[in-house]
């Protein structure tokens, strides 16, 4: 059986799960939006320079890390 379509959140939907407004901490990245409330490196919605509520695809570009990092967390949807 496939797996129900993933939700869809704007940028402004994004924005409000950084850690500050609601208990949620969410990137995107390439469309898709991952929680990663439960990494240590993301308290309080910041990693180093990176504000969560963010699409981080752009930035990825300057990471020590491959994209491989997000593989780590849950798909929560999709950005539109």
Same mark, same amino acid.
């Given at each position: 059986m496939?797996?129900?379509p993933l939700p869809t959140? $704007?940028?402004s939907q994004l924005a409000?799960?950084?850690?500050?407004?609601?208990?949620? @901490? =969410?990137?995107?990245?390439?469309?898709? @939006?991952?929680?990663? $409330?439960? $990494?240590?490196?993301w308290r309080r919605g910041m990693h180093y320079?990176? =504000?969560a509520g963010q699409d981080l695809t752009a930035e990825l570009a300057d990471a020590p890390?491959?994209?491989r990092v997000?593989?780590?967390f849950e798909v929560v949807g999709k950005l539109v």
């Open positions: 496939p797996d129900p959140y $704007s940028r409000l799960r950084n850690g500050q407004d609601r208990p949620e @901490i =969410w990137v995107a990245y390439r469309e898709y @939006i991952y929680d990663v $409330s439960g $990494s240590r490196l320079e990176h =504000w890390h491959t994209d997000f593989a780590a």
